[in-house]
Protein backbone atom coordinates (compact mmCIF):
# COMPACT_ATOMS: atom_id res chain seq x y z
CA UNK A 1 0.00 0.00 0.00
CA UNK A 2 1.98 3.72 -0.40
CA UNK A 3 0.25 6.64 1.08
CA UNK A 4 0.03 9.86 -1.50
CA UNK A 5 2.28 12.88 0.06
CA UNK A 6 0.23 15.87 0.26
CA UNK A 7 1.27 18.99 -2.25
CA UNK A 8 2.50 21.49 -0.34
CA UNK A 9 2.79 25.40 -0.82
CA UNK A 10 4.77 27.62 0.20
CA UNK A 11 2.10 28.73 2.72
CA UNK A 12 2.66 25.24 4.54
CA UNK A 13 5.77 26.75 5.64
CA UNK A 14 4.96 29.51 6.75
CA UNK A 15 4.95 29.77 10.64
CA UNK A 16 2.65 31.49 12.94
CA UNK A 17 5.74 33.00 14.81
CA UNK A 18 5.95 36.73 14.77
CA UNK A 19 8.59 38.45 12.38
CA UNK A 20 10.93 40.54 14.27
CA UNK A 21 13.59 41.67 11.40
CA UNK A 22 13.33 45.06 10.48
CA UNK A 23 10.43 46.26 8.04
CA UNK A 24 12.42 46.11 4.40
CA UNK A 25 15.41 43.95 5.71
CA UNK A 26 16.84 41.56 2.94
CA UNK A 27 15.66 38.61 5.28
CA UNK A 28 12.98 38.83 4.39
CA UNK A 29 13.26 37.90 0.50
CA UNK A 30 15.67 35.10 1.12
CA UNK A 31 13.18 33.81 3.74
CA UNK A 32 10.55 34.35 1.07
CA UNK A 33 12.78 32.08 -1.86
CA UNK A 34 13.53 29.81 0.93
CA UNK A 35 10.17 28.73 1.45
CA UNK A 36 9.05 28.71 -2.25
CA UNK A 37 11.69 25.75 -2.48
CA UNK A 38 10.67 24.17 -0.21
CA UNK A 39 7.66 22.40 -1.36
CA UNK A 40 8.95 21.79 -5.00
CA UNK A 41 11.76 19.30 -3.42
CA UNK A 42 9.06 16.78 -2.79
CA UNK A 43 10.82 15.57 0.65
CA UNK A 44 8.21 15.34 3.68
CA UNK A 45 7.94 18.32 6.12
CA UNK A 46 8.99 16.63 8.58
CA UNK A 47 12.12 15.90 6.87
CA UNK A 48 13.33 19.23 6.74
CA UNK A 49 15.57 20.93 9.16
CA UNK A 50 16.89 24.25 9.96
CA UNK A 51 19.70 25.02 11.91
CA UNK A 52 21.18 28.15 12.52
CA UNK A 53 23.32 30.11 15.00
CA UNK A 54 22.98 34.00 16.69
CA UNK A 55 22.44 37.10 14.76
CA UNK A 56 19.71 38.49 12.71
CA UNK A 57 19.51 35.83 10.33
CA UNK A 58 19.33 32.95 12.66
CA UNK A 59 15.70 34.05 13.93
CA UNK A 60 15.24 32.20 10.49
CA UNK A 61 14.26 28.47 11.84
CA UNK A 62 11.19 30.07 13.82
CA UNK A 63 10.00 31.56 10.41
CA UNK A 64 9.79 28.18 9.04
CA UNK A 65 7.11 25.55 9.87
CA UNK A 66 10.12 23.01 9.30
CA UNK A 67 12.24 20.81 12.29
CA UNK A 68 14.49 23.63 13.79
CA UNK A 69 17.46 24.51 16.17
CA UNK A 70 18.01 28.12 17.11
CA UNK A 71 21.54 26.97 18.22
CA UNK A 72 24.65 28.55 19.94
CA UNK A 73 26.50 30.94 18.51
CA UNK A 74 28.88 30.10 15.29
CA UNK A 75 28.13 26.17 16.51
CA UNK A 76 25.56 26.04 13.78
CA UNK A 77 27.61 23.77 11.48
CA UNK A 78 28.77 21.29 14.46
CA UNK A 79 25.34 20.86 15.31
CA UNK A 80 23.83 20.58 12.27
CA UNK A 81 27.34 17.89 11.30
CA UNK A 82 25.90 16.08 14.03
CA UNK A 83 22.04 15.62 13.13
CA UNK A 84 23.62 14.48 9.53
CA UNK A 85 25.34 12.16 11.48
CA UNK A 86 22.31 10.26 12.80
CA UNK A 87 19.67 10.96 10.82
CA UNK A 88 21.37 11.22 7.12
CA UNK A 89 17.86 11.05 5.53
CA UNK A 90 17.44 14.75 6.81
CA UNK A 91 18.10 17.44 4.52
CA UNK A 92 19.38 20.01 6.62
CA UNK A 93 20.21 23.55 6.29
CA UNK A 94 22.27 25.82 8.17
CA UNK A 95 21.13 29.81 8.37
CA UNK A 96 24.56 31.78 9.64
CA UNK A 97 25.75 34.95 9.16
CA UNK A 98 28.89 36.85 8.30
CA UNK A 99 29.66 37.17 12.44
CA UNK A 100 28.49 33.79 13.62
CA UNK A 101 29.77 31.84 11.03
CA UNK A 102 33.08 33.92 10.26
CA UNK A 103 33.89 35.07 13.59
CA UNK A 104 32.56 33.32 16.76
CA UNK A 105 32.04 30.43 14.36
CA UNK A 106 34.64 30.17 11.72
CA UNK A 107 36.26 26.92 12.66
CA UNK A 108 32.98 24.76 12.66
CA UNK A 109 32.12 26.48 9.48
CA UNK A 110 35.53 25.68 8.11
CA UNK A 111 35.58 22.01 8.90
CA UNK A 112 32.00 21.10 8.17
CA UNK A 113 32.64 22.48 4.31
CA UNK A 114 35.74 20.74 4.17
CA UNK A 115 34.41 17.11 5.37
CA UNK A 116 31.61 17.64 2.78
CA UNK A 117 28.75 17.37 5.05
CA UNK A 118 25.85 16.99 3.14
CA UNK A 119 24.49 20.40 4.83
CA UNK A 120 23.15 23.47 2.89
CA UNK A 121 24.74 26.38 4.54
CA UNK A 122 23.52 29.87 3.42
CA UNK A 123 25.30 32.33 4.89
CA UNK A 124 23.93 35.75 4.85
CA UNK A 125 26.33 38.24 4.52
CA UNK A 126 25.07 42.35 5.40
CA UNK A 127 29.41 43.49 6.71
CA UNK A 128 27.78 44.50 9.66
CA UNK A 129 26.52 43.10 13.27
CA UNK A 130 23.05 43.92 12.96
CA UNK A 131 21.45 41.72 15.94
CA UNK A 132 24.54 43.92 18.26
CA UNK A 133 23.30 47.12 16.29
CA UNK A 134 26.46 47.99 14.17
CA UNK A 135 30.30 46.99 15.27
CA UNK A 136 32.01 45.71 12.38
CA UNK A 137 32.51 42.22 11.15
CA UNK A 138 34.93 40.11 9.72
CA UNK A 139 33.70 41.06 5.93
CA UNK A 140 33.41 44.88 7.14
CA UNK A 141 35.81 46.71 4.57
CA UNK A 142 38.80 48.95 4.92
CA UNK A 143 37.98 52.02 6.33
CA UNK A 144 34.29 51.18 7.63
CA UNK A 145 33.06 53.38 10.27
CA UNK A 146 31.22 51.53 13.08
CA UNK A 147 30.10 51.83 16.36
CA UNK A 148 33.23 49.38 17.49
CA UNK A 149 35.69 51.08 14.58
CA UNK A 150 34.99 55.01 14.91
CA UNK A 151 38.29 55.85 13.04
CA UNK A 152 37.42 53.34 10.66
CA UNK A 153 38.21 49.54 10.00
CA UNK A 154 42.15 48.53 9.43
CA UNK A 155 41.02 44.86 9.51
CA UNK A 156 41.50 43.06 6.33
CA UNK A 157 38.29 41.32 5.40
CA UNK A 158 37.26 38.09 4.73
CA UNK A 159 35.90 36.78 1.66
CA UNK A 160 33.26 34.11 2.40
CA UNK A 161 34.11 32.42 -0.84
CA UNK A 162 37.61 32.48 -0.39
CA UNK A 163 36.66 30.74 2.99
CA UNK A 164 34.57 28.23 1.20
CA UNK A 165 37.10 27.08 -1.29
CA UNK A 166 39.96 27.20 0.55
CA UNK A 167 38.24 24.91 2.69
CA UNK A 168 37.47 22.46 -0.59
CA UNK A 169 34.01 23.09 -0.66
CA UNK A 170 32.42 21.36 -3.45
CA UNK A 171 29.10 23.72 -4.00
CA UNK A 172 30.30 27.52 -3.64
CA UNK A 173 27.68 29.89 -4.86
CA UNK A 174 26.88 33.69 -4.66
CA UNK A 175 23.93 35.46 -4.87
CA UNK A 176 21.81 38.57 -4.22
CA UNK A 177 18.94 38.98 -1.51
CA UNK A 178 16.72 41.02 -3.75
CA UNK A 179 17.37 39.14 -7.15
CA UNK A 180 14.74 36.96 -6.35
CA UNK A 181 14.82 34.92 -9.64
CA UNK A 182 18.66 34.23 -9.34
CA UNK A 183 18.33 33.25 -5.52
CA UNK A 184 15.70 30.62 -6.30
CA UNK A 185 17.38 29.01 -9.34
CA UNK A 186 20.23 29.26 -6.55
CA UNK A 187 19.02 27.83 -3.43
CA UNK A 188 17.53 25.14 -5.76
CA UNK A 189 21.18 24.08 -7.41
CA UNK A 190 21.84 24.02 -3.51
CA UNK A 191 19.45 21.82 -2.36
CA UNK A 192 20.00 19.39 -5.42
CA UNK A 193 23.57 19.31 -4.52
CA UNK A 194 25.29 15.86 -2.39
CA UNK A 195 27.50 17.69 -0.30
CA UNK A 196 28.26 21.00 1.59
CA UNK A 197 26.64 23.36 -0.72
CA UNK A 198 27.89 26.85 0.70
CA UNK A 199 25.68 29.99 -0.92
CA UNK A 200 27.09 33.79 0.03
CA UNK A 201 23.91 35.96 0.21
CA UNK A 202 24.38 39.43 0.00
CA UNK A 203 21.60 40.57 2.20
CA UNK A 204 20.70 44.24 2.71
CA UNK A 205 21.09 45.65 6.95
CA UNK A 206 18.85 48.50 5.84
CA UNK A 207 18.92 50.08 9.69
CA UNK A 208 22.77 49.56 10.12
CA UNK A 209 25.02 49.17 6.63
CA UNK A 210 21.98 49.91 4.43
CA UNK A 211 23.28 50.19 0.49
CA UNK A 212 26.65 47.93 1.55
CA UNK A 213 25.88 45.97 -1.98
CA UNK A 214 23.56 49.00 -3.70
CA UNK A 215 26.18 48.31 -6.87
CA UNK A 216 25.31 44.47 -7.21
CA UNK A 217 21.51 45.37 -6.68
CA UNK A 218 20.10 48.24 -7.90
CA UNK A 219 18.55 47.81 -11.54
CA UNK A 220 20.61 50.01 -14.02
CA UNK A 221 23.75 49.93 -11.81
CA UNK A 222 24.34 45.83 -11.36
CA UNK A 223 24.52 45.45 -14.56
CA UNK A 224 27.81 47.02 -14.34
CA UNK A 225 29.45 45.71 -11.53
CA UNK A 226 27.95 42.01 -11.37
CA UNK A 227 28.73 39.65 -13.92
CA UNK A 228 26.62 36.49 -13.78
CA UNK A 229 28.46 32.78 -14.10
CA UNK A 230 27.00 30.34 -16.36
CA UNK A 231 28.90 27.14 -16.98
CA UNK A 232 30.06 26.48 -20.61
CA UNK A 233 29.90 30.21 -21.44
CA UNK A 234 31.82 33.23 -21.80
CA UNK A 235 32.04 35.76 -18.35
CA UNK A 236 30.17 38.92 -20.21
CA UNK A 237 28.65 41.64 -18.00
CA UNK A 238 27.62 45.21 -18.86
CA UNK A 239 24.28 47.45 -19.85
CA UNK A 240 24.64 46.44 -22.94
CA UNK A 241 26.89 43.20 -22.34
CA UNK A 242 30.00 44.63 -24.47
CA UNK A 243 32.74 43.66 -21.74
CA UNK A 244 34.04 40.66 -20.31
CA UNK A 245 36.58 39.22 -18.18
CA UNK A 246 40.19 37.70 -20.03
CA UNK A 247 42.51 35.83 -18.04
CA UNK A 248 46.04 37.85 -19.12
CA UNK A 249 49.30 36.76 -19.50
CA UNK A 250 50.22 37.04 -16.23
CA UNK A 251 47.29 34.35 -15.70
CA UNK A 252 44.91 36.98 -13.99
CA UNK A 253 41.63 38.31 -14.91
CA UNK A 254 41.26 41.57 -16.38
CA UNK A 255 38.07 43.75 -17.95
CA UNK A 256 38.10 43.95 -21.54
CA UNK A 257 35.80 45.74 -24.14
CA UNK A 258 34.17 43.42 -26.88
CA UNK A 259 35.31 44.68 -30.39
CA UNK A 260 38.34 45.57 -32.20
CA UNK A 261 39.67 42.20 -32.49
CA UNK A 262 38.40 40.40 -28.73
CA UNK A 263 35.82 38.45 -29.29
CA UNK A 264 34.07 35.82 -27.04
CA UNK A 265 36.25 33.28 -27.94
CA UNK A 266 39.25 35.38 -26.29
CA UNK A 267 36.88 35.19 -23.23
CA UNK A 268 37.21 33.09 -19.93
CA UNK A 269 34.91 30.05 -19.83
CA UNK A 270 33.16 29.21 -16.92
CA UNK A 271 33.81 25.91 -15.65
CA UNK A 272 32.16 25.35 -12.43
CA UNK A 273 32.89 21.41 -12.58
CA UNK A 274 36.85 22.06 -12.70
CA UNK A 275 38.38 19.66 -10.15
CA UNK A 276 40.75 22.45 -9.72
CA UNK A 277 39.35 24.90 -7.52
CA UNK A 278 42.10 27.30 -8.85
CA UNK A 279 39.33 29.12 -11.24
CA UNK A 280 36.72 29.51 -8.28
CA UNK A 281 39.35 30.92 -6.46
CA UNK A 282 40.48 33.38 -8.86
CA UNK A 283 36.50 34.40 -9.05
CA UNK A 284 35.90 34.54 -5.83
CA UNK A 285 38.88 37.07 -5.11
CA UNK A 286 37.24 39.78 -8.16
CA UNK A 287 35.85 42.59 -5.71
CA UNK A 288 34.08 46.08 -6.79
CA UNK A 289 35.37 47.90 -8.03
CA UNK A 290 38.54 46.66 -9.73
CA UNK A 291 36.32 43.80 -11.32
CA UNK A 292 32.59 42.82 -11.29
CA UNK A 293 31.41 40.49 -9.08
CA UNK A 294 30.53 37.15 -9.90
CA UNK A 295 27.17 35.51 -8.97
CA UNK A 296 25.73 32.55 -9.86
CA UNK A 297 27.44 28.99 -9.14
CA UNK A 298 31.43 29.00 -8.78
CA UNK A 299 32.00 25.52 -8.25
CA UNK A 300 30.19 22.61 -8.45
CA UNK A 301 32.05 19.09 -7.80
CA UNK A 302 31.41 15.84 -6.86
CA UNK A 303 33.21 14.18 -3.98
CA UNK A 304 31.60 11.58 -1.15
CA UNK A 305 30.10 13.56 1.69
CA UNK A 306 30.51 12.78 5.30
CA UNK A 307 27.41 11.68 6.12
CA UNK A 308 27.09 8.50 3.36
CA UNK A 309 30.58 8.03 4.17
CA UNK A 310 29.85 7.75 7.93
CA UNK A 311 26.60 5.85 7.96
CA UNK A 312 28.22 3.26 5.37
CA UNK A 313 31.07 2.73 8.31
CA UNK A 314 28.39 2.32 10.84
CA UNK A 315 26.38 0.34 8.92
CA UNK A 316 28.82 -1.97 7.95
CA UNK A 317 30.49 -2.30 11.88
CA UNK A 318 26.53 -2.99 12.70
CA UNK A 319 26.70 -5.93 10.28
CA UNK A 320 30.12 -6.96 11.49
CA UNK A 321 29.94 -6.82 15.27
CA UNK A 322 26.42 -6.26 16.01
CA UNK A 323 24.40 -3.62 17.38
CA UNK A 324 26.43 -3.29 20.13
CA UNK A 325 25.72 -1.92 24.00
CA UNK A 326 26.56 1.32 25.56
CA UNK A 327 26.48 0.15 28.86
CA UNK A 328 28.96 -2.01 27.81
CA UNK A 329 30.78 0.77 26.06
CA UNK A 330 30.99 2.85 29.33
CA UNK A 331 32.19 -0.01 30.98
CA UNK A 332 34.90 -1.50 28.41
CA UNK A 333 38.47 -0.21 28.10
CA UNK A 334 40.79 1.81 30.69
CA UNK A 335 38.41 2.42 33.29
CA UNK A 336 39.09 4.61 36.63
CA UNK A 337 37.17 5.02 39.94
CA UNK A 338 37.62 8.36 41.34
CA UNK A 339 36.94 8.38 45.02
CA UNK B 1 2.80 49.67 -0.39
CA UNK B 2 6.90 48.86 -0.16
CA UNK B 3 7.76 44.88 -0.28
CA UNK B 4 9.47 44.62 3.46
CA UNK B 5 11.77 42.08 1.37
CA UNK B 6 12.43 43.63 -1.82
CA UNK B 7 11.60 46.70 -2.03
CA UNK B 8 9.51 46.40 -5.12
CA UNK B 9 6.50 49.43 -4.56
CA UNK B 10 3.29 47.04 -4.78
CA UNK B 11 -0.29 48.10 -5.36
CA UNK B 12 -2.19 48.52 -1.73
CA UNK B 13 -4.03 45.85 -0.59
CA UNK B 14 -2.10 43.66 -2.48
CA UNK B 15 -1.97 39.55 -0.62
CA UNK B 16 1.50 38.97 -1.41
CA UNK B 17 4.57 41.27 -3.11
CA UNK B 18 4.54 40.55 -7.00
CA UNK B 19 8.19 40.77 -7.19
CA UNK B 20 9.41 38.23 -4.53
CA UNK B 21 6.30 37.22 -2.98
CA UNK B 22 6.61 37.76 0.39
CA UNK B 23 3.16 37.93 2.31
CA UNK B 24 2.17 41.35 2.71
CA UNK B 25 -1.05 40.82 4.67
CA UNK B 26 0.15 38.55 7.66
CA UNK B 27 3.45 41.24 8.20
CA UNK B 28 3.38 42.19 11.24
CA UNK B 29 6.87 42.81 12.30
CA UNK B 30 7.83 43.68 16.26
CA UNK B 31 8.52 46.53 18.18
CA UNK B 32 6.67 49.75 18.55
CA UNK B 33 4.67 52.26 16.12
CA UNK B 34 7.57 54.38 16.62
CA UNK B 35 10.14 51.64 15.82
CA UNK B 36 8.19 50.74 13.08
CA UNK B 37 7.89 54.03 11.48
CA UNK B 38 11.43 54.85 10.99
CA UNK B 39 12.41 51.80 9.84
CA UNK B 40 9.75 51.40 6.95
CA UNK B 41 9.59 55.38 6.07
CA UNK B 42 12.33 56.10 3.47
CA UNK B 43 14.40 59.69 4.23
CA UNK B 44 12.25 60.73 1.16
CA UNK B 45 9.41 61.30 3.26
CA UNK B 46 11.14 63.68 5.42
CA UNK B 47 11.31 66.04 2.13
CA UNK B 48 15.30 66.86 1.88
CA UNK B 49 15.89 70.96 1.83
CA UNK B 50 17.37 71.49 -1.24
CA UNK B 51 21.58 72.28 0.02
CA UNK B 52 23.22 75.33 0.05
CA UNK B 53 26.66 75.26 -1.41
CA UNK B 54 29.71 76.77 -1.32
CA UNK B 55 32.84 76.23 -3.02
CA UNK B 56 36.55 75.30 -0.99
CA UNK B 57 38.43 78.23 -1.54
CA UNK B 58 35.41 80.96 -0.29
CA UNK B 59 36.18 82.52 2.65
CA UNK B 60 35.01 81.04 5.84
CA UNK B 61 33.63 84.70 6.37
CA UNK B 62 31.13 84.06 3.42
CA UNK B 63 30.08 80.67 4.42
CA UNK B 64 29.60 82.18 7.61
CA UNK B 65 27.34 85.06 6.92
CA UNK B 66 25.17 82.68 4.04
CA UNK B 67 24.69 80.51 6.78
CA UNK B 68 23.79 83.31 9.68
CA UNK B 69 21.10 85.06 6.68
CA UNK B 70 19.90 81.92 5.29
CA UNK B 71 19.54 80.63 8.97
CA UNK B 72 20.42 77.15 8.19
CA UNK B 73 23.10 75.16 9.91
CA UNK B 74 25.84 73.68 7.62
CA UNK B 75 26.76 74.23 4.01
CA UNK B 76 27.76 71.45 1.76
CA UNK B 77 31.28 72.50 0.04
CA UNK B 78 31.34 70.75 -3.71
CA UNK B 79 34.46 71.09 -5.95
CA UNK B 80 34.37 72.75 -8.90
CA UNK B 81 32.74 69.25 -11.13
CA UNK B 82 29.96 69.54 -8.41
CA UNK B 83 31.16 66.24 -6.22
CA UNK B 84 30.62 66.38 -2.75
CA UNK B 85 34.08 67.51 -0.80
CA UNK B 86 33.00 68.17 2.64
CA UNK B 87 30.24 69.99 5.07
CA UNK B 88 30.93 73.02 6.60
CA UNK B 89 28.86 73.36 10.14
CA UNK B 90 27.89 75.24 13.02
CA UNK B 91 30.39 72.74 14.84
CA UNK B 92 33.06 73.58 12.36
CA UNK B 93 32.95 77.39 13.13
CA UNK B 94 32.49 76.64 17.12
CA UNK B 95 35.72 73.41 16.95
CA UNK B 96 38.17 74.49 14.33
CA UNK B 97 37.55 78.40 13.67
CA UNK B 98 36.51 80.70 16.71
CA UNK B 99 40.62 80.22 18.53
CA UNK B 100 42.12 82.11 15.73
CA UNK B 101 39.11 84.98 14.26
CA UNK B 102 41.21 86.75 12.23
CA UNK B 103 41.43 83.74 9.49
CA UNK B 104 37.59 84.71 8.51
CA UNK B 105 39.55 85.46 4.78
CA UNK B 106 40.83 81.80 4.48
CA UNK B 107 38.94 79.13 2.48
CA UNK B 108 36.27 77.20 3.81
CA UNK B 109 37.78 74.36 2.63
CA UNK B 110 40.72 74.53 5.62
CA UNK B 111 37.84 74.13 8.50
CA UNK B 112 35.33 72.47 6.46
CA UNK B 113 35.06 68.43 8.14
CA UNK B 114 35.97 66.50 4.77
CA UNK B 115 34.43 63.36 3.20
CA UNK B 116 30.46 63.77 5.36
CA UNK B 117 28.97 60.69 6.06
CA UNK B 118 25.99 60.68 3.22
CA UNK B 119 22.72 59.09 2.66
CA UNK B 120 20.31 58.06 0.03
CA UNK B 121 16.55 58.99 -0.37
CA UNK B 122 16.05 55.61 -0.32
CA UNK B 123 17.60 54.62 2.90
CA UNK B 124 15.68 54.26 5.91
CA UNK B 125 14.75 56.93 9.01
CA UNK B 126 16.78 54.43 10.84
CA UNK B 127 19.48 54.26 9.09
CA UNK B 128 19.77 58.20 9.04
CA UNK B 129 18.94 58.28 13.03
CA UNK B 130 22.14 54.91 13.01
CA UNK B 131 24.31 57.41 10.88
CA UNK B 132 24.03 60.74 12.67
CA UNK B 133 24.48 59.40 16.39
CA UNK B 134 27.45 56.82 15.03
CA UNK B 135 29.31 60.23 13.60
CA UNK B 136 27.99 62.51 16.15
CA UNK B 137 26.17 64.92 13.42
CA UNK B 138 23.12 66.80 13.17
CA UNK B 139 22.96 67.26 9.77
CA UNK B 140 23.58 64.33 6.63
CA UNK B 141 23.85 64.97 3.12
CA UNK B 142 21.14 63.13 0.67
CA UNK B 143 22.94 61.80 -2.23
CA UNK B 144 21.78 60.41 -5.74
CA UNK B 145 23.13 57.30 -7.16
CA UNK B 146 26.32 59.39 -9.28
CA UNK B 147 26.72 60.30 -5.13
CA UNK B 148 25.69 64.41 -6.30
CA UNK B 149 24.13 66.40 -3.01
CA UNK B 150 20.41 66.64 -3.68
CA UNK B 151 19.23 67.72 -0.21
CA UNK B 152 19.90 68.39 2.89
CA UNK B 153 18.05 66.67 6.43
CA UNK B 154 19.04 67.09 10.06
CA UNK B 155 18.41 65.81 13.69
CA UNK B 156 15.17 68.56 13.28
CA UNK B 157 13.35 66.97 10.51
CA UNK B 158 13.39 63.59 12.11
CA UNK B 159 12.15 65.23 15.43
CA UNK B 160 9.17 66.76 13.49
CA UNK B 161 8.44 63.65 11.52
CA UNK B 162 8.38 61.11 15.07
CA UNK B 163 6.14 64.21 16.85
CA UNK B 164 4.01 64.40 13.95
CA UNK B 165 3.34 59.99 14.35
CA UNK B 166 3.82 60.78 17.71
CA UNK B 167 0.41 62.83 17.32
CA UNK B 168 -0.88 60.63 15.25
CA UNK B 169 -0.69 57.65 17.21
CA UNK B 170 -1.90 59.48 20.47
CA UNK B 171 -5.11 60.31 17.96
CA UNK B 172 -5.92 56.93 17.00
CA UNK B 173 -5.40 54.97 20.76
Known amino acids: ?339 | MLCPGCGFDNIEGMDNCEECGQPLVTLDPSGGELEQAISRHAIRVLCPKPPLTIGPLEPVSTAIATMSEQNVGCLLVLDEQGDLVGIFTERDVLNRFSDDLSRLPDPVGEFMTPDPATVSQDDSIAYALHAMDLGGYRHLPVVDAEDRPTGIISVRDILKFLCVRFAELRSTA
Open chain 1, 1 to 339: MTTELPVLTPKDFGSDQELRWCPRCGDYSILAQFKKLLPTLGIPKEDFMVVSGIGCSSRFPYYVDTYGFHSIHGRAPAIATGIKGVRPDLQVWVITGDGDGLSIGGNHLMHAIRRNVNLKIILFNNQIYGLTKGQYSPTSPVGKRTKSTPLGSIDNPLSPLSVAIGSEATFVARSVDVDTKHLSKILERAAHHQGTAFIEVYQDCNVFNSGAFYYASKKGIKEENIVYLEHGKPLIFGTDRDKGIRVNEGNRPEVVKLGNGITEDDLLFHDEEAEEPSLAFMLGRMRHPEFPEPVGVLRSVERPAYDVALDEQVTESIERKGPGDLEELFCSGDTWTVT
